[in-house]
């Protein structure tokens, strides 16, 4: 099994510009959690779907960020309008239901200027 | 007061050195506890799960104290290569959601 995967890896962009974050999960994981890292402010959870309904969105920021879980194995982040204070790691993680254990992507590391 | 408190570190130790961290949660009705690591750069990964007797996985033991609301990572004989951040993670709820700590940091020096 591939694991979580994530693109980009790496994103650079200007603020304004609007910003697609993809994760695919890890076959037969039906929860899927979207969390961001700084430095600041540690690891942060944004959302997390079961068996792709979102069942906690509290910890997105605002109403720029938005996420989908269009079928059981893939979902999007999306930040529209992107700003500077946006810049962090976000991760996607999908979780084996038998044991609780979080399985997390790489991370896709953005920069807003 | 956030839900899971960790101490920052650094903590710097010479190889060979016995070191140990905490972590505590404010929710009682916590159901279950891990340590993730994280290593500089990377995503983090499950190290061990913590169960309520403890459990020992080689140099690392875990513990859990429910009545003062803290679980414990004691690594032995540390190495250069458990160098990393260690992060205290909390089921708080019966759903999938788990809190993580800020982490600690260790650095293992020669």
């Known amino acids: 099994d591939a694991g979580v995967i994530q693109s980009p890896r790496h994103e650079v962009t200007e603020m304004g510009q609007e910003v697609t974050l993809r994760c695919k999960l890890i076959?037969?994981?039906?929860?899927l959690f979207w969390y961001r890292q700084t430095m600041m402010r540690g690891l942060e959870l944004l959302i997390y779907f079961n068996n792709n309904v979102p069942i906690d969105d509290s910890g997105m920021p605002e109403d720029r960020f938005s996420a989908k879980m269009p079928n059981a194995s893939f979902s999007t982040l999306k930040i529209q309008p992107s700003e500077p204070r946006d810049s962090a790691v976000y991760f996607c993680a999908s979780n084996d239901a038998n044991t609780g254990e979080l399985f997390f992507g790489e991370g896709s590391r953005l920069t807003v200027l | 007061r956030k839900e899971v408190e960790q101490d920052p570190g650094p903590f710097n130790v010479p190889e060979g050195a016995t070191v140990a961290f905490n972590c505590t949660y404010s929710n009682s009705a916590s159901q279950s506890f891990f340590w993730y690591r994280q290593d500089c750069r990377k995503e983090p990964k499950l190290l061990m799960s913590v169960y309520s007797s403890g459990n020992e996985d080689g140099r690392f033991t875990a513990q859990l104290n429910r009545a003062s609301q803290y679980i414990s990572l004691l690594i032995r004989d540390s190495k250069l290569s458990d160098s990393a951040t260690y992060l205290c993670v909390v089921n708080s709820n019966a759903g999938n959601m788990l809190t993580f700590g800020g982490g600690t940091r260790l650095m293992v020096k020669p």
């Open positions: 076959s037969g994981h039906n929860s």
